[in-house]
């Protein structure tokens, strides 16, 4: 009879029946199912529930042999001579118990529940203390649990916790001896939890403060309650494995034996000691499913040989947002996680139609595939006819190649003037007199009344006002470079005779500017190795290199509309400003950059 509750009793002591009559009114059963689904089993958890969520669990134990009684026999000195079972006043005992909580403000818990005892039995004629009482309702609790430190997920938990029971099995039959107390009962406990990664400690430690009763030989009365166990996570945190230590002692001495020991702290009649191992399954759903079993250590009343415990609840799992379906916002055939424009639809023209993303514009020649006459062929966006998207390798018709055409808008003229670079040559000296009228074509002048000088050289003006030497005619370069072009070498001999029979002109600025076609930063570097060039030709040509200086301006300072082809030709230019003496009206270099 290992692991029993032990009655001492001497072969003096024989109790009446009337005694047994009155039952001594204590609960039996040593297991007390924990408050909620998430605790142990016999264990509470300084966790909270949540705020207003609500759990229920119906829990079943089954004791074998938690109450036998046995004679003993003392001799004069009070030593044990022998031992003698007389009864198992309870051989078999199955509880049910019906729990309820209710979480409140991620900090309290509140509870109630009710045990009741579906099968107690145990041998009939109990000489040693009342027998079974059958079946019965027990004594219902309300309680409250407080988190006072950690969340569930935090290293070290703390919290309080503290339950009343009500004498209401009692009340219903106050012969009974085993299914509940006398009176009230409180129970104030912590509940501390160390959580390492692979395995949670709990631990609890309370007092239950009760009125002490009386059966055989033993006394019952206010006691220390205590449980440690531990909870391994099996199946991410679904399945957990629990092992569970709990039991009770006395408070300091409440009796004396009838052989004169008392009945004190640490008492093993009076220190019942259980051992459970289990496991508890978390459904997704929130059910909870829970099997656990152990034998009683110590031979305290209501200590088993064995004990069986099955448990059933629920509490509402926690609200984890379901990952999105697979879905097609825009419509075109495509998963959103496998499109890259999820909310626009691809336009399926068979050109990049996996990506999802709709292609207005396949070619990227900024003319839509709507409006494009050639959608799978970049307009060379040169200003000419760019809007019906399709390339024009030779804009101006003129035979040459726009990439060798120094004017791609403009033909060629064809007459035997410098016409391999694609520019017509109107004034081929570059007089501003049309070689029609130019009485010397192929040298720059002035316009005259008389026939026979117009258009020979006068094309240079110095417009003191104005602080600017003006020339009458273009300083031309080849498209997008700083090569002079020859028409404009008698231009410049022009300058370089003024500049050099204006001997007061100490400072001389040479400035070229761009129209806007081309990135900022390449048409300032071309303006400024335009500016140069002009400047290095007229030292090479006789001109004192301290007279002058170069600036390029790039698009900064348009003088025509760029939109426009005459506009933007106008502002492909060079200009000549007095720097020393200072006009009246100095020009600014603004945003122009020195030529080093």
């Given amino acids: 009879m290992n692991y029993r509750f032990f009655l001492f009793a001497t072969a003096l002591l024989i109790l009446p029946a009337t005694a047994e009559a009155q039952g001594p009114g204590v609960t039996l059963d040593q297991f007390r199912t924990a408050e909620t689904v998430d605790d142990g089993f016999a264990l509470s ?5 949540g705020h207003m969520k609500f759990g229920a669990h119906l829990t079943f134990d089954y004791a074998n042999d938690p109450l036998v009684f046995e004679r003993i026999t003392l001799d004069a000195m009070g ?11 309870v051989a078999n005992h199955l509880v049910g118990s019906l729990s309820l909580h209710l979480g409140i403000a ?12 579906l099968w107690m039995d145990g041998d009939s004629g109990v000489t040693g203390g009342p027998p079974a009482d059958g079946t019965g309702l027990g004594d219902p609790w309300l309680g409250a649990r407080l988190r006072l430190l950690g969340a569930p997920e935090d290293f070290f938990g703390l919290g309080l916790q503290a339950h009343v029971t009500f004498p209401v099995a009692h009340a219903i039959d106050g012969g009974q001896a085993y299914l509940g107390e006398r009176g009230m009962t409180f129970t104030p406990e912590l509940l501390a939890e160390l959580r390492l990664p692979f395995v949670q400690f709990t631990g609890n430690l309370g007092i239950q403060l009760r009125e002490q009763a009386t059966f055989g030989d033993l006394t019952i009365g206010n006691e220390l309650r205590w449980g440690v166990g531990a909870t391994v996570p099996l199946v991410t945190d679904r399945l957990n494995a629990h092992v569970e230590l709990y039991g009770s002692t006395p408070l300091g001495s ?12 640490g008492t093993r009649e009076a220190s019942p000691m259980e051992l459970l191992f289990g496991g508890k399954y978390h459904a997704p759903s929130g059910f909870v499913v829970g099997l656990a079993g152990g034998p009683g250590l110590l031979r305290g009343y209501g200590s088993p040989d064995m004990r069986l415990v099955g448990q059933l609840g629920f509490s509402p799992p926690e609200e984890v947002p379901e990952p999105p379906r697979p879905q097609d916002t825009d419509g075109d055939g495509l998963d959103d996680n496998e499109d890259a424009c999820p909310t626009e639809p691809e336009d399926m023209d068979d050109f990049q139609d996996e990506d999802g993303c709709p292609d207005p514009d396949n070619d990227e020649d900024g003319v839509l595939d709507g409006e494009d006459a050639c959608p799978t062929e970049a307009e060379d966006l040169d200003s000419f006819e760019d809007d019906n998207g399709c390339p024009d390798p030779d804009n101006d018709g003129d035979g040459i190649a726009d990439s060798q055409d120094e004017c791609p808008l403009d033909a060629e003229d064809m007459d035997s003037f410098e016409d391999e670079n694609g520019c017509p040559d109107p004034d081929n000296d570059g007089d501003s007199i049309v070689d029609g009228e130019d009485a010397c074509p192929t040298a720059p002048g002035a316009p005259s009344d008389k ?3 117009n258009g020979c050289p006068k094309a240079v003006r110095v417009d003191e006002e104005k602080g600017q030497i003006v020339i009458l005619e273009r300083v031309e370069f080849a498209v997008g470079k700083d090569r002079i072009l020859k028409a404009s070498f008698p231009l410049l001999e022009e300058m370089r005779n003024t500049i050099a029979a204006n001997k007061r002109i100490k400072k001389l600025r040479v400035e070229g500017h761009t129209d806007d076609r081309g990135a900022d930063k390449a048409n300032m570097d071309l303006s400024k190795r335009r500016a140069g060039s002009v400047l290095r030709w007229l030292v090479e040509n006789g001109i004192e290199d301290a007279r002058l200086e170069a600036y390029g301006c790039g698009e900064t300072m348009p003088l025509g509309d760029n939109k426009t082809v005459d506009g933007r030709q106008t502002n492909r230019r060079v200009e000549f400003h007095i720097v020393d003496p200072a006009p009246a009206n100095p020009r600014p270099t603004g945003t122009c950059e020195l030529v080093e």
Avoid: M, Q, Y
């Fill in 106 to 117: 991620d900090r309290l818990i509140l509870f109630t529940g009710v045990p009741l005892t």
């Fill in 451 to 453: 026939a026979e000088e």
């Fill in 254 to 265: 409440i009796a004396k034996f009838s052989s004169g020991s008392d009945i004190t702290f």
């Fill in 79 to 89: 030593n044990v001579t022998g031992r003698t079972e007389t009864d198992r006043a």
């Fill in 45 to 49: 958890r300084p966790n909270d529930a």
